[in-house]
């Protein structure tokens, strides 16, 4: 019987989540456009007043999973700007997540599978095992930030289900 890997389950994760979320991010830029509206009319949008925008809801996204994979193989955190401000600049920024993650070496993120991390929750930090993080911490958060980005998109009449959710764009 094979075991799964924590690199194997986050690199998996990383190129489903973020190919589904880049290809909504895709149909959603041909929206925009068939609306003749500017990006940021969409891209600005909120489910509610102290909730983040979509711009930032896929930002966070692309950088827990880039974060995650960095912490996991002990390397320095990857320098990812928050200045995107249209679709194609959000696009671009998953492929550079999915590129990163997809770029470490599984054996260093493995090293830590089972090594007590000091994850930093504002100004503290919380400590966790590296198979720990990635379950409880990694992927919870990518899937929030997807799963929200998604309802922005569909709140303001972007025509996606369930399948453009789950299935990443190639």
Same mark, same amino acid.
């Given at each position: 019987?094979? =075991? =799964?890997?924590?690199?194997?389950?986050?690199?998996?994760?990383?190129?489903?989540?973020?190919? *589904?979320?880049?290809?909504?991010?895709?149909?959603?830029?041909?929206?925009?456009?068939? %609306?003749?509206v500017e990006d940021g009319v969409i891209l600005s949008h909120r489910l509610y007043p102290d909730m983040f925008a979509l711009t930032r809801q896929v930002q966070?996204?692309?950088?827990?999973?880039?974060?995650?994979?960095? !912490?996991? *193989?002990?390397?320095?955190?990857?320098?990812?700007?928050?200045?995107?401000?249209?679709?194609?600049? %959000?696009?671009? !920024?998953? +492929?550079? *997540?999915?590129?990163?993650?997809?770029?470490?070496?599984?054996?260093?993120? +493995?090293?830590?599978?089972?090594?007590?991390?000091?994850?930093?929750?504002?100004?503290?930090?919380?400590?966790?095992?590296?198979?720990?993080? @990635?379950?409880?911490?990694? @992927?919870?958060? @990518?899937?929030?930030?997807?799963?929200?980005?998604?309802? %922005?998109?569909?709140?303001?009449?972007?025509?996606?289900?369930? !399948?453009?959710?789950?299935?990443?764009?190639?």
């Amino acid at each position: 019987m094979t =075991t =799964t890997t924590v690199s194997h389950i986050l690199k998996a994760s990383t190129g489903q989540t973020l190919g *589904a979320l880049k290809g909504m991010l895709i149909k959603g830029e041909a929206y925009a456009r068939k %609306l003749n509206v500017e990006d940021g009319v969409i891209l600005s949008h909120r489910l509610y007043p102290d909730m983040f925008a979509l711009t930032r809801q896929v930002q966070i996204a692309c950088d827990t999973v880039a974060r995650g994979a960095a !912490r996991l *193989a002990g390397l320095d955190m990857p320098e990812f700007p928050d200045t995107e401000q249209t679709f194609a600049e %959000l696009i671009a !920024r998953c +492929d550079k *997540a999915m590129a990163y993650v997809k770029g470490i070496d599984d054996a260093k993120i +493995d090293a830590n599978t089972n090594v007590t991390l000091q994850i930093p929750m504002g100004p503290n930090t919380m400590p966790m095992e590296g198979r720990a993080y @990635l379950s409880g911490f990694i @992927l919870t958060n @990518l899937h929030f930030h997807a799963a929200i980005a998604y309802a %922005l998109l569909r709140a303001q009449g972007l025509n996606i289900g369930k !399948r453009d959710y789950l299935v990443p764009v190639e």
